[in-house]
Each structure stands twice: as structure tokens, then as C-alpha cells.
């Protein structure tokens, strides 16, 4: 059955074929609802399979443009769209009746009811407005259909046109009526029947390229009938070859799908609606919207795609549900007694009834679902994550000892389960927890052997040998151990001395940098005994400053206010230490000393009036200035600030003073990096 591809209209006799039909509806139930190629193709090949056809052929230009807008104008590229069936087709007459008529509850009609006329399928039209849904991506579409029973001349061909832009000027009357326009081939005979649809004057829409034009379709269809079939050519210059559209098989993560034909829906009455299906956990994260979730069908056509079946955020499994669910359902009763499917074919009415035990149902299978991929799914993470750290090569470039770096694998394989599934594949995440793992790893092993070596000598007799090598392995752990603090301090003092000697550094970068890594102002800080202390101290002082001279204070870089500090806070040992600093290259003058020396004062009196806190400190407190320039003029300054130093309390260094006594402290750090070449 082919036809020309610019049929031409016969002259009017009369008002053959009338539509009944408000332009609203046109514009609600086609242009608003359908915008993509495979949406509207779907509508077509739905009303094939209603009509006892065994086969649809789709021609399209896969990958092209069927118009495209150009300085204000839709310019067309000369393409068409055909869809064609070996259905049992329509005559002139059931044309006028049926197909031209919109919004008609075919199933309650005795001449068509709820199942196909030759076939008996459940039909998965219901009003008759998917004829409408080419018009979201074309003006003109063009029906020729040979239908009704056959006759010693074949069958009885209808050949019409229906154009949107004649609808609209027609459908401005009162009288509502348009009259499509019969083409050449109508009341004419063809020896076969079945319908050709043909899509032309496009607005500006592409084609999608093959493989997604095909998942498009693939899942507006739950094909499970074995005696239809879609059949998709290539339809411009240059052709792919043509396919057939199949269901898509979706990996999923081993012992995770649930059949659910033994798993009805229960409604509050305690009826049972039978479901259809399957419902698992994809290994990956699907990539395609189309299949990302659970796919509900109703009559073998699309009804619904959920990831939550209608649950508000916040529920058990969520995350799951929303990255890794999939599935097919087919529950006929959605669309029975009351039409429970939204018009665009993209949800379901969950409020209603049944929608609601739809849901209550759907939110335990994904509880189901989840607690069977539990497992699964953290391997599969962790197997991720070995990947993407490259956790192996890492250990092995690092540690150069086989049992150091087969910690850091097991370790690595143990941490990488409960890794984040969202960030897994981002660089910088997985960078970070590889640090951890690498930096815990020595003590793991330090642990590990120090209990191999006591179930030894619980056991009584002791293997020399074994517990020599045991030992070794110890002593590399310490090694590794302590190269991971020696790297760490390193880093540090390089990135103090780089910073030191930029041009314009910010005060409040060195405060924060000194804050951060106190260490660097005095070598014996201990981090275990300095945070709770400090905090109650900087808390009491700053209080009291307050309320003594009416201004606050901030003594920290790290307050969540992001205020600049008029100095820092440190404790190490059995002092506080006030740390006052100018950065690089700047004067330290009588203005500053003024300020400082108010801040001794300040501190004196603190410590005379809250005796308690001489327990905690009983060293008192000292400064630390760093200033490269001092240039104090005024002479009872000087003599404040000379004073000062000989009783200790202050200490003036330059920049390059802290940093050389900085390294200096640490030189065993740095023998420790070079015994251990590879810890850096």
C-alpha cells in the first residue's frame, strides 16, 4: 500500500468528512502535550495495535531536522514521517464515525467496546485523542486507510488530510465543525488494508539520533505480545540500517529482582489487584530518564514512570529508589471501571484510591528491593572505589611492603563499602578517603601484629622465627606511622614558607595558618592537650573583656562570624600564648605597641582576678610577636617593650627567624623523610 508523497486534493464535492472539535482542545490535547518525534509516533503506533495490526513500519530521517527556525521563519527540510500498519484499516464511512470523532468513549460503544475487533486485544485507546498528537510537532497530517470487509474489488480506501491551521480558521464558528478535505485516493480500492499516517509542514523538532529515537519508543511499550512488532527505516540520504524495536534489558545487581505476579496491591477493602512484573536494582545508575525507575503500563502502553511511587521525600530507601530502581509493571485495573491515567500518558492520578494503595504497595517493594541490594550494592561500591583510587599501584608506590600494602587493600576494600554512591566517581572524593585509608593503614597493621604476637604467647610455645618477622612488620608500621606525621608537618612548612614570602599576604591568612598549625609558633604544642582548655579559657576572657571595657574582642581566625582577630589565642605546654602579628615586610609601631601592651594589662589583671585559671596554666601566659620591621620611637615604649623581653613575657621574631627555628625543631622530621624516601 504506498502512496505518492504530495497527494493531491480532489475537488470539493461536498462536506464529506466532518470533525466536531473546539481549536482548546486541539491545542491542549496536541501542541501543549507532545513535543518530541517519539512521543507522537507512539500515539500512532498505539492506534495500529487497536486495530489488529500485526506489524507497523515507522519512516523517519533518524538524526535530522525536520524544520528549523531561521531569522523569524520555520523552514522546513523536506522530510515526512510515516507510519504505516497491516491493521484492519477503516472505510470512508467508519472514518467519519470513529476516527473523526474526538473525545468519543470508544469502549462504552457498542460498535467497538473494550477490546480489539479481529484479535480480541484490550484496546489501549480510550477518547480517541491520540489522534490529536502529531499536531504537537506538525501542521499537516495526512490519513489514507483501506479498510472494512474485503470485496471481490479489495478494500475500501479513506484518503483525507487534517491541517491545524485550516482547524483553527473552521473551528472559530459557532457550529464547531471542521471538514477535512478528501485527497486523491479516497473512495478508491486497495487489495490490502491498513493505514498509512503521514506527518508533514513540521514545527521546529529533530529527529533523535537511532539508538535514542529507539529507547524512546522501546519504552512507551510494554511488548510483551509476540504478534506485534515495530519496524524502524532510516528515511534520508545516507541511511542507518533499519531495526526492530525490543524490550531493553537492564543489568541488575545479582539477587535483587522481585517477581511480582505473587505480590497483588491490597486495597482498604481487602481486594486484591493483581500486578504483572518485575522490580530490581540496576547495577549502575541509570544514565536514560526513559528507564530510570519503575515503568507502569497499562494495556501494554505506558501509563506512569515512577522512582517513588508517589511517597513524599524523606521515605526509607529513598536514595535507592531514586538511583537505582527500575522496573516493568503491568496493572490493568489502573485504567477499568475509571480512567485512573492522566491524559499526557505520564502519571497516574495517585490521589485516587487506587492510586493511594498503589503507592502504599510500591513504597514496601522498594524497601524490599532495598534490603536485597544492600549487600550488592556495597560491593559494587567498593569495587568502584579500588578502581577509581587505584588504590593498589598507590599502596605499593608508597609503602614497598607487602603486607603494609595489603592492609591498605583490605582496609581500602572494608571503608570503600559505606563510600558515598554519589560522590564515588568524583576525583577529589575518592583522592581524600585514599589519604585516610593510606594514613590509618600503619596503625591497622601496628594494631594487627600486636595481637598475632599476644595470641602467640598465649598459645605457649613461641616460634622464634615467626615472632621475629612479626617484629619487622611492627617496626615498618612504626616507620610508615610516623613517615605519614613527618609527611604531613612537611607540607606545612612548606606552605608556611611559600606564603611568607609572597608580596600583600593578608593578616588574616597567617593568623588562621598559625591558628591551624600551632606547632610552628612553638614545636612542643600537643593537639591532646590543648583544644577543651583553650576553648574555656578564649570563652571566660573574651567575656570578660567585654564587660570590663565595653568592646568585644576576638582572640581565634576561626570563628564562624569570619571577624578579623586582633590577635590569636594558642596553648602549649603549661602557658597561653598571646600571638601578635605584622605580616611580611610591614612596620610594627608605637600604635601597635600601645594596643599590645594594653592587651599585657588586659591579660594580667584576667589571670589575678581568675586564680582557677592558673591551675590550667600555671606558667601563665607570654607573647609572641612577629614582625619583620620594629620601629617604636617614643621613649617610654621602648623602655614598656625592653621591659617586657627581659622578663620574658615578650618574645619578638621576624618571619624568617619562626621559620628557621621551625625547621630546625623539626630536623628529625626531616631525617625521618629521608630514612623513609617513599612516605612524602
Not at 504505516?84 to 467519519?96: I, K, L, R, Y
Not at 471538514?179 to 506527518?199: F, N, Q, Y
Not at 541511511?239 to 531493553?248: D, G, L
Not at 567585654?546 to 594558642?570: C, G, M, V, W
Request: hydrophobic share 35%; with cysteine.
Amino acid at each position: 500500500m504506498k502512496i505518492p508523497k504530495n497527494s493531491k486534493i480532489t475537488p470539493p464535492e461536498k462536506q464529506k468528512y466532518t470533525m466536531d472539535i473546539e481549536r482548546t482542545i486541539v491545542d491542549d490535547l496536541g501542541v501543549k502535550l507532545y513535543d518530541k518525534v517519539a512521543a507522537v509516533v507512539a500515539e500512532i503506533i498505539a492506534n495500529s495495535y487497536d486495530a489488529d495490526a500485526e506489524r507497523v513500519i515507522v519512516e523517519v530521517p533518524l538524526g535530522k531536522a525536520l524544520a528549523t527556525h531561521k531569522k523569524g521563519k520555520v523552514i522546513q527540510s523536506d522530510y515526512e514521517v510515516r507510519i504505516m500498519d497491516d491493521g484492519h484499516g477503516m472505510t470512508p464511512e467508519e472514518a467519519n464515525e470513529f476516527y473523526l470523532s474526538v473525545g468519543r468513549h470508544r469502549r462504552e460503544h457498542a460498535d467497538q467496546g473494550d477490546a480489539s475487533r479481529n484479535k480480541k486485544r484490550p484496546v489501549m485507546g480510550r477518547k480517541g485523542l491520540g489522534k490529536l498528537a502529531p499536531f504537537g510537532v506538525c501542521k499537516t497530517i495526512e490519513v489514507r486507510s483501506a479498510g472494512g470487509k474485503k470485496t471481490s474489488n479489495g478494500y475500501k480506501v479513506t484518503h483525507f488530510r487534517l491541517e491545524y491551521d485550516q482547524i483553527v480558521k473552521e473551528t472559530s464558528k459557532k457550529d464547531r465543525e471542521y471538514h477535512p478535505r478528501p485527497l486523491a485516493d479516497d473512495e478508491k480500492w486497495d487489495t490490502k488494508s491498513g493505514t498509512i499516517i503521514i506527518l508533514k509542514d513540521f514545527l521546529p523538532k529533530r529527529v533523535p539520533d537511532k539508538e535514542t529515537f529507539g529507547r524512546q519508543l522501546s519504552y512507551r511499550f510494554g511488548l510483551g505480545s509476540t504478534d506485534f512488532s515495530i519496524l524502524i527505516k532510516d528515511d534520508k540520504e545516507n541511511p542507518e540500517p533499519e531495526f526492530s524495536i525490543s524490550q531493553v534489558e537492564i543489568p541488575l545487581m545479582p539477587g535483587t529482582r522481585i517477581d511480582l505476579s505473587k505480590k497483588p496491591v491490597s486495597t482498604e477493602d481487602g481486594k486484591e489487584l493483581p500486578v504483572i512484573g518485575w522490580v530490581g536494582m540496576s547495577k549502575s545508575s541509570y544514565k536514560n530518564e526513559e528507564f530510570a525507575g519503575v515503568r507502569i503500563y497499562v494495556r501494554g502502553k505506558i501509563a506512569a514512570l515512577t522512582r517513588d511511587f508517589g511517597a513524599p521525600a524523606g521515605f526509607t530507601g529513598e536514595y535507592v529508589a531514586r538511583s537505582y530502581l527500575v522496573g516493568e509493571i503491568h496493572a490493568q485495573w489502573l485504567d477499568e471501571k475509571e480512567d485512573l491515567i492522566q491524559t499526557h500518558r505520564q502519571d497516574i492520578l495517585w490521589s485516587s484510591e487506587l492510586g493511594q494503595a498503589l503507592s502504599k504497595w510500591g513504597r514496601e517493594i522498594i524497601k524490599e528491593v532495598a534490603r536485597a541490594g544492600r549487600e550488592p550494592r556495597r560491593k559494587q561500591v567498593s569495587e568502584t572505589f579500588l578502581k577509581n583510587s587505584n588504590l593498589k599501584e598507590v599502596a605499593h608506590e608508597r609503602y614497598n611492603d607487602p603486607e603494609l600494602e595489603a592492609t591498605v587493600l583490605d582496609l581500602g576494600e572494608q571503608i570503600g563499602k559505606f563510600a558515598s554512591e554519589e560522590e564515588i566517581e568524583d576525583e577529589d572524593y575518592v583522592q581524600g578517603l585514599t589519604e585516610i585509608i593510606l594514613t590509618v593503614a600503619p596503625h591497622k597493621l601496628l594494631v594487627d601484629v600486636f595481637k598475632r604476637i599476644q595470641e602467640m604467647a598465649q598459645g605457649g610455645k613461641i616460634d622464634v622465627n615467626a615472632l621475629i618477622k612479626l617484629f619487622q612488620t611492627a617496626n615498618i608500621a612504626q616507620v610508615a606511622s610516623y613517615g605519614q606525621i613527618v609527611s604531613e608537618k612537611i607540607r606545612v612548612i612548606d606552605a608556611f614558607e611559600k606564603t611568607i614570602r609572597q608580596d600583600n599576604i593578608d593578616e588574616s591568612q597567617l593568623q588562621k595558618l598559625l591558628e591551624d598549625a600551632p606547632w610552628l609558633i612553638d614545636g612542643r604544642w600537643e593537639h591532646l592537650t590543648s583544644n577543651q582548655r583553650l576553648k574555656t579559657f578564649r570563652s571566660a576572657f573574651e567575656a570578660w573583656y567585654k564587660k570590663k571595657y565595653k568592646k568585644e574582642i576576638s582572640t581565634s581566625a576561626s570563628t564562624k562570624d569570619k571577624k578579623r582577630p586582633d590577635f590569636i589565642f594558642l596553648h602549649a605546654e603549661n602557658s597561653i600564648k598571646i600571638v601578635e602579628i605584622k605580616p611580611p615586610n610591614h612596620e610594627f609601631d608605637d600604635t601597635d605597641w600601645q594596643r599590645l601592651n594594653a592587651y599585657d594589662d588586659a591579660m594580667k589583671e584576667f589571670f589575678e582576678i581568675n586564680q582557677g585559671f592558673k591551675t590550667d596554666f600555671p606558667d601563665g601566659f607570654n607573647i609572641i610577636l612577629i614582625a619583620d620591621k620594629i620601629q617604636i620611637k617614643d621613649s617610654s615604649n621602648k623602655k614598656a617593650f625592653e621591659s617586657l623581653k627581659k622578663e620574658k613575657i615578650l618574645s619578638p621574631k621576624t618571619w624568617e627567624d619562626l621559620l628557621r627555628d621551625t625547621k630546625q625543631f623539626h630536623k628529625n622530621f626531616l631525617d625521618a623523610r629521608d630514612a623513609f624516601p617513599k612516605n612524602q
